[in-house]
């Protein structure tokens, strides 16, 4: 199992599930990786700064705007059952 959810892994997880990738854009997955690589940051001990509030406050509404996005896209994915598609 994967543990630091980024793009390269919601890529591989969206295909097993049959949801084309570019449901999905592209734009959407930076905040994705800017809160794995922090989270990798300070686990690691490699940073030592703080995230000042704007920067935090402007990631935290790309990521909320990005979980809205992908569960309008899962949701569509399950009513129109692209799984079957993809089989």
């Not at 920067?55 to 569509?76: A, D, I, P, W, Y």
Request: proline share 1%; net charge positive.
């Amino acid at each position: 199992m994967e543990m630091n959810l980024g793009s390269d892994v919601l890529k591989r997880s969206l295909v097993s599930l049959g949801i084309p990738v570019d449901r999905v854009a592209k734009e959407q997955y930076s905040s994705i990786e800017f809160v794995k690589r922090v989270r990798n940051d300070i686990a690691h001990g490699s940073r030592k700064e703080k995230i000042s509030g704007g920067m935090f406050s402007v990631h935290m509404k790309k990521c909320e705007e990005f979980m809205n996005g992908l569960s309008r896209v899962l949701t569509q994915a399950l009513s129109e059952e692209w799984f079957r598609l993809a089989s």
